[in-house]
Antibody, heavy 120, light 110 residues
């Protein structure tokens, strides 16, 4: 079955760029049936949608993060990536990659998540 | 704070019926957007529990039910079991062009 796996540094210094990659296995990232998403979970708080990308490269971002976020896709590697610039301690969170069906605004498959801590 | 409002915690004894509310506004739930629910068991990733207000993915017990009315939605669990102890999140879409989540509700089985 399809699986998602996040990878990337667990520690990022303030003002630097957070970079994460999600590898899709067991299925095609080029399927026209899904958007590929990033969501984060701040410690002790709720979930926050960051954005998602279609296999064609079309992107949709949370307006509150849009100025700092870039999501890209590499269909040849079956991967999509997140870059978040000028990070602060407020960006410390567990970052999940997830799959969103084109038929509805819900996320039916999640990766295991990776904790990213912003600290000097 | 989160765009959708959920009670921070609810509790019940085994066998009880509990409900978790999710309150939005005219720009999200009230605008007609569907509500979806996720269950996050301790130490695991969020799992889709309901989509489009009341639709259960395969494998979700029918002890769980979802509903939506006006600017709110509810998740109900009947015949509460110890294994239901988890965090529950609601999610919808907002006219601000953003996916929005609730702050989460911790369900404790007494």
């Amino acid at each position: 079955q399809v699986q998602l796996q996040e990878s990337g540094p667990g520690l990022v210094k303030p003002s630097q760029t957070l970079s994460l990659t999600c590898t899709v296995s067991g299925g095609s990232i080029s399927s026209g049936n899904y958007y590929w998403s990033w969501i984060r979970h701040h410690p002790g708080k709720g979930l926050e949608w960051i954005g998602y990308i279609y296999h064609s490269g079309s992107t949709y971002y949370n307006p509150s993060l849009k100025s700092r976020v870039t999501i890209s896709v590499d269909t040849s590697k079956s991967q999509f990536s997140l870059k978040l610039t000028f990070v602060t301690a407020a960006d410390t969170a567990v970052y999940y990659c997830a799959r969103r069906a084109t038929t509805g605004w819900y996320f039916d498959l999640w990766g295991r998540g990776t904790l990213v801590t912003v600290s000097s | 704070q989160s765009v959708l409002t959920q009670p921070p915690s609810v509790s019940g004894a085994p066998g009880d019926r509990v409900t978790i509310s999710c309150t939005g506004s005219s720009s999200n739930i009230g605008a007609g957007y569907d509500v979806h629910w996720y269950q996050q068991l301790p130490g695991t990733v969020p799992k889709l529990l309901f989509y489009a207000n009341s639709n259960r993915p395969s494998g979700v017990p029918d002890r769980f039910s979802g509903s939506k009315s006006g600017t709110s939605a509810s998740l109900a669990i009947t015949g509460l079991q110890a294994e239901d102890e988890a965090d529950y999140y609601c999610q919808s879409y907002d006219n601000s062009l953003s996916v929005v989540f609730g702050g989460g509700t911790k369900l404790t089985v007494l």
